[in-house]
């Protein structure tokens, strides 16, 4: 008896994937149920679902198969919308928006009307859930502590909103993206101001500042000048740069609001207050300082931050220039004066990436080092803060605007 070793069956190659494909379409619907019952099930279906949208760029849907995902898609949006209602929208989008972006960027898909009139729906009901969680949350904010969990969300949600309004999917989405980057943009001013105005600077404007004696100053400069460049050092490191993998862009926002607003409230002390001769002095010296620690920051903030910051620096030495009027003050200054100024100050080498790393570290607890410590001897630039503790005579006729 011959045996013919040949098969009588073959595997039919048309079907691999189509088994895991409809099991993850059951996945799914379980996972929705009536509604979803947690968290964890929630984001369990949609990853399934970029499963199967990238399983359909690959052909390996079958036409059953994806029927079924046609009909399950707007019952699975709608449902994700509700759970985002009620749990945190701004926590929850990037699950929901990841497939659907995935679904919208599909090259495969047949019925294009049927899924983009979902996919914009539900765009826009997401969109109203953001805004309207992110208004809330600015508005009752009362925290110290920097929002920069939530800020750095909300880039990764703007990032995917962007992606799915390029696939030409959205003709809405531009005046949307505008209303909820205005309310991203509310909560970093919104921590700024916070900051600046009950923090940092209240003990600034409540000094007496006709007063002919000195007040208590740190190596010459108010302690509030100190403190806020500690409390952005400790929030660059807090987020991590230059070491850890995330967007910066947050951090970098804050540093830069704060910033501005911090320049903002020295020059309304030259503009309000009844300033003596002996804070005058300590006016400038302030100035100068506050100057020079927020150009150290240059680098870190990137060319368009560091304009915005350098714009409200600018604004500041020219309102204490035009407020105060020392013996000292020269009809028009000298290039040596204005080179001594741009070299020492303006000029000085912002904070490179090793220097953080150095700074990083020593938080760490790895090492000890004072290149932070701006009253220091070894403070990173220190050459640079002794030039500030005593500022160019004439620096009030340097023309700013040509900085």
Not at 10 to 16: E, F, I, N, P, Y
Not at 137 to 154: H, K
Not at 339 to 345: D, K, L, R, S
Not at 360 to 382: C, L, Q, Y
Request: with cysteine; glycine share 4%.
């Amino acid at each position: 008896m011959s045996h013919d070793p040949s098969p009588k069956q073959t595997l039919d190659d048309s079907r691999v994937g189509t088994f895991d494909c409809s099991y993850l379409l059951q996945r799914v619907r379980s996972a929705m149920g009536p509604q979803y019952r947690s968290k964890n099930a929630f984001e369990t279906a949609c990853r399934s679902m970029i499963t199967l949208w990238s399983a359909l760029n690959c052909s390996m849907l079958k036409n059953d198969v994806y029927e079924a995902l046609l009909l399950l898609w707007p019952i699975f949006l709608k449902q994700g919308v509700v759970f985002l209602a009620s749990d945190s929208p701004i926590l929850c989008a990037r699950s929901l928006l990841e497939p659907l972006v995935m679904s919208a960027s599909s090259t495969s898909v047949k019925d294009v009307a049927s899924i983009s009139e979902a996919n914009t729906a539900c765009i826009g009901e997401i969109m109203q859930l953001l805004i309207s969680e992110l208004r809330q949350r600015t508005m009752t904010f009362s925290s110290l502590i920097p929002p920069l969990g939530l800020l750095q969300e909300l880039t990764g949600i703007i990032e995917l909103l962007q992606e799915y309004h390029l696939t030409g999917s959205n003709t809405t989405f531009s005046s949307a993206k505008i209303e909820l980057v205005d309310a991203y943009n509310s909560l970093i001013e919104r921590y700024s101001l916070r900051f600046v105005e009950d923090v940092a600077f209240p003990s600034y404007w409540n000094l007496n500042w006709s007063a002919s004696s000195s007040c208590f100053l740190l190596n010459g400069v108010h302690p509030t000048i100190y403190f806020c460049f500690n409390s952005l050092v400790g929030l660059v490191d807090w987020c991590g740069y230059p070491i850890q993998m995330v967007d910066y862009m947050p951090c970098r926002q804050i540093v830069a609001h704060v910033w501005e607003r911090s320049a903002l409230a020295i020059a309304v002390v030259a503009e309000e207050k009844e300033i003596s001769e002996v804070r005058k002095k300590q006016l400038q010296v302030d100035t100068m300082h506050l100057v020079l620690f927020a150009r150290m920051f240059r680098k870190f903030l990137g060319e368009r931050l560091s304009g915005v910051v350098s714009s409200a620096l600018v604004r500041l030495l020219e309102t204490v220039a035009r407020h105060v009027s020392l013996e000292t003050r020269k009809g028009s200054s000298s290039q040596s004066v204005a080179a001594a100024f741009e070299t020492n100050i303006w000029n000085v080498p912002p904070i490179e990436p090793a220097e953080w790393i150095q700074c990083v570290r020593a938080r760490g607890g790895k090492k000890t080092t004072n290149a932070f410590i701006p009253w220091s001897e070894d403070f990173i630039r220190a050459s640079h803060v002794k030039a500030a503790q005593k500022p160019p005579e004439g620096w009030q006729s340097i023309s700013f605007q040509q900085l």
